[in-house]
Structure formats: C-alpha cells, structure tokens
C-alpha cells in the first residue's frame, strides 16, 4: 500500500500548492538516484516522491484523495456497487481517466497509463521541475521520450592523462585526445594530485535517436620526479651537500616547486637532517603544504689528503656510531 502523499513529500495537509512545490524540491534533490549512487533502493524511494507530487499537484485529485474518494496510488476507493453511487471497474470520478505513473531508469523518466486529466500538471512540469535541479530534463529525452522502445543516452567514458610532476604542483594545461579523434586543452589546477578526476561534459559516446552524449572522465597520472616527491599536499626532496658544507656548515642552494631558495646549513650537519621550508609544498584549499629537505652526504673523491683525514678522525673518535643498536 502506498504512502499518504503528503507524508512523502514532507507537509501539513494545509500546504499551499507552492509550499508542496517547494518542499517537492528539496526532496527530490536529496532523493534523486544520481545523488545516491550506491543506493539500491534510491529509484523505490524517487518513483514514490514523484506519485505523490503528481497527485497533491494536480487540484482535483487533491480534493478527491482528501475527500477519500481516491487512494494515495490515485485509484478510486470502494464506495458501493454499481447503481448504488458507484463506478464499474473502479474508474475514476469524472469519466475515464487513469492516472498516469512516471519511472525514473537510465534514460530519464517514462510514464505509462492512460490520459491526462484536465486542471493537472502534465509529464512536462515534472521534466520542467527537475532539468533545472539535475540537468536530466528536456534534452535527455530524445526525439520520442514515450515511445514504446526509449533509446540510451550516451554512455560515459574514462581516460588517464599522464601529467609531469611540475605541471601538476604548478597548474598547466594538457592536451587530452579523446576517442572520437577530438582533442581538448584540459586545464591541471595548481596542487593537483595523483587521481585527481575531472569531467568533461557531453564528450563521452554520442547518444541514440538525438539522446545526448555522455561525459568523460579524465583521470591524472601524477610522473615521478628524481628530485621531488609527494606525501599528501607535502612534498619531500633529498638535498645532495659536499663534506665540506656538512662539517663547516655553510649557505647552499635548494630547488623548490617555484624556483632556488637559499638554505642555511649549520656546522655538523648530519646525513638525513631534515629542514621545513613552510608554505612550499603543494597548492590545497586549506593552506599549502610544506617542503620538507633532507640532507645526503656526498664524499669526494678519494685522494691521500683524504684518506689521511680518515685516519685521524678514527683516531681521535671517542664514541661508537652505532651503539646502543
């Protein structure tokens, strides 16, 4: 048995006809099968929305379901036999109308039944509802939305578009050639990240009979690069430094996503010390990220001058490296 119409919509059985448009609304948009992708049950729960619209919308339906005359499936109640004040067959009052019922599928509404009573809304003000609220009205019903066999909309399609690492920390734009042959400049935001997923509307496989095409779905493939790397909308890079700038200490140049900046080693730096520079890392809608450099001792090459200063570094070293492993 069907539900009260107006405990489907969400209102008081005084609602004006815009409060009822208005909270049809709201709930359609929250009910609506594309936005509840893993929902089994979201087309159920649509179907019945839309019933309960198309009955409390049209005026003289209204009246007959709170009269109790009709049910809330727009089916005429049980009243008497037939010359007591009752209807052969359960048609409905005022002549032969059916009501008619809309389904929502993959190519957009369809409704099935019999004629449209006068004073209601047609098939139309649903599409005229909805196309603003979903973008799936007028232009995804094709040259003959009712007809008995519906043609498919275009269906989607997925691409990878490898992007350099730098491009992709810095924003740039990419050539993406789709399957039709067409190619389109795809702009790679500032920041963006390995899986990134951006659509393009309308570029996915054309459409039966006028349906439109469906989208495609580029997918970033963020390049490795030799120097940088990412952890979330941070970034890490292993600075090279000389002996020399690791024992003294010292000024030395570090690479970052928008240019060299000057980084102050201190005397003794260790292998593996590890310095933020704040603010960059990648782009992000709550703050950028950071770069964090980690130093790596690079030794010279061997030489006598060398390999005597080994010596008496071994000699005067007090302490083991690897105690306490």
Same mark, same amino acid.
């Given at each position: ?78 009243? /008497? @036999?037939?010359?007591? *004040? &009752? +209807?052969?067959?359960? #048609?409905? =009052?005022?002549? %032969?109308?059916? $009501?008619?019922?809309? !389904?929502?599928?993959?190519? /957009? @509404?369809?409704?099935? *039944? &019999? +004629?449209?009573?006068? #004073?209601? =809304?047609?098939? %139309?003000?649903? $599409?005229?509802?909805? !196309? ?9 019903? &094709?040259?003959?939305?009712? #007809? ?178």
């Amino acid at each position: 048995m069907a539900r009260d119409p107006y405990d489907v919509i969400g209102v008081a059985r005084t609602a004006g006809a815009d409060d009822i448009k208005k909270a049809f609304r709201k709930k359609a948009k929250a009910l609506h099968p594309d936005a509840n992708p893993n929902d089994p049950k979201a087309q159920d729960r649509f179907a019945e929305l839309n019933n309960a619209y198309e009955l409390l919308s049209d005026d003289a339906k209204r009246k007959s379901f709170d009269r109790g005359e009709i049910d809330a499936e727009g089916k005429q109640r049980f009243t /008497g @036999f037939e010359g007591f *004040g &009752g +209807r052969p067959g359960g #048609g409905a =009052p005022g002549g %032969d109308t059916i $009501f008619e019922t809309f !389904s929502f599928g993959q190519e /957009g @509404f369809r409704r099935s *039944g &019999g +004629r449209k009573a006068g #004073g209601g =809304p047609s098939s %139309d003000d649903f $599409f005229d509802i909805l !196309s603003g609220m979903t973008g799936r009205g007028r232009q995804q019903r &094709g040259a003959d939305p009712f #007809g008995s066999e519906p043609q498919p909309a275009g269906e989607d399609l997925t691409l990878t578009v490898r992007v350099p690492f730098l491009d992709a920390a810095r924003g740039a734009t990419q050539r993406v050639l789709l399957p039709s042959g067409e190619a389109v400049d795809v702009k790679i935001p500032p920041g963006t990240r390995e899986g990134h997923r951006m659509r393009l509307r309308g570029k996915g496989k054309p459409g039966g009979a006028g349906r439109p095409a469906g989208d495609a779905y580029v997918v970033v493939t963020v390049e490795p690069h030799p120097a940088f790397r990412a952890e979330g909308k941070d970034v890490r890079l292993e600075l090279p430094i000389a002996l020399d700038e690791a024992i003294l200490g010292g000024k030395v140049r570090a690479p970052t996503l928008d240019g060299e900046v000057e980084l102050t080693l201190p005397a003794m730096t260790a292998s593996g010390k590890s310095f933020r520079l704040r603010g960059k890392g990648l782009a992000s809608t709550d703050g950028p990220g950071d770069l964090y450099v980690t130093t790596r001792i690079v030794l010279p090459e061997p030489s006598a001058d060398l390999e005597g200063f080994a010596r008496i570094l071994k000699e005067r070293r007090k302490a083991d490296p690897r105690e306490g492993l």
